[in-house]
């Protein structure tokens, strides 16, 4: 009896009744503050918004980086390496010495410590991906060289070289000053604030085209909607919904448009 009271006394005293267990910690959207990533180690325009900065022994951070269309980052390491999670758009990474790889949403790309790479977005388009990163002695990241600065390296189009994008094809010949606003101010600017995810950018803009019956640009904007993580049944339901509010001949012009672009895209 008395070993056991001793034990139980004991117990109370390393593991009180009181004692408060660590809280859980909340970030809600729309309380943090996306930054401008460092002009020196991006090609253009990127914002960062840090979801988890590690405190006390814990080392692994995550941000989310949104790249606008064709920005890619310089060349460099991680000591511990990085995890990449495509949440957004289309991207390109490339590891020094080999070919220049896709991802798509929904893809996971791990990058070995020390190995020495650069990633961002395809051309033409914009992309956003979780950057799982492990800080060792407090560094998580040693910057290199810019792309086209790395001498006999394999490296993507630079923005001088690189295919045109669909607003320059459309009406770079006529209106190029629009040609230049859509792609840095609508595309550069507005589709990368971070209020909104691209996803639902997309869904915003399909659904206005779809009320709108502008059928032409309703076709491009779904192929978009489909690299920025909406999927064909969401599309639907819009379309259905929207045909209550804008008009059963919208659409079902739209049903026609998506029935094109649903053929055309690889399956999901």
């Not at 604030?193 to 019956?213: C, E, F, K, M």
Request: glycine share 10%; proline share 8%.
């Amino acid at each position: 009896m008395h070993r056991w009271i001793v034990a139980a006394l004991a117990a109370g005293v390393l593991c009180p009744a009181g004692a408060a267990e660590p809280e859980l910690q909340v970030s809600r959207a729309g309380a943090r503050t996306a930054r401008p990533a460092p002009a020196a180690h991006f090609s253009g325009q990127a914002m960062v918004d840090m979801r988890h900065v590690p405190s006390g022994a814990a080392r692994a951070s995550v941000g989310s980086v949104s790249f606008s269309p064709g920005v890619r980052t310089a060349w460099h390491t991680h000591p511990l390496g990085q995890t990449l999670v495509v949440t957004a758009g289309a991207g390109q990474v490339q590891r020094w010495g080999g070919p220049v790889v896709e991802m798509r949403v929904g893809d996971v790309i791990h990058i070995p410590p020390l190995l020495k790479h650069w990633h961002g977005a395809a051309p033409g388009g914009a992309m956003t991906h979780l950057a799982i990163t492990e800080a060792q002695d407090g560094s998580t990241v040693q910057w290199l060289e810019a792309v086209a600065e790395a001498p006999g390296a394999p490296a993507p189009a630079t923005a001088a070289s690189a295919a045109p994008s669909r607003a320059q094809r459309l009406m770079g010949d006529v209106a190029p000053k629009l040609a230049q606003l859509t792609d840095e101010v609508l595309l550069g600017d507005v589709w990368t604030r971070p209020g909104l995810s691209p996803r639902d950018r997309s869904l915003v803009t399909v659904s206005a085209l779809i009320a709108l019956n502008r059928p032409e640009q309703l076709r491009s904007h779904l192929g978009l909607g489909l690299n920025n993580g909406l999927t064909r049944d969401e599309i639907s339901e819009a379309l259905t919904h929207l045909a209550f509010y804008a008009g059963w001949p919208n659409a079902i012009t739209a049903a026609g448009v998506a029935r094109e672009v649903f053929a055309a895209a690889p399956k999901p």
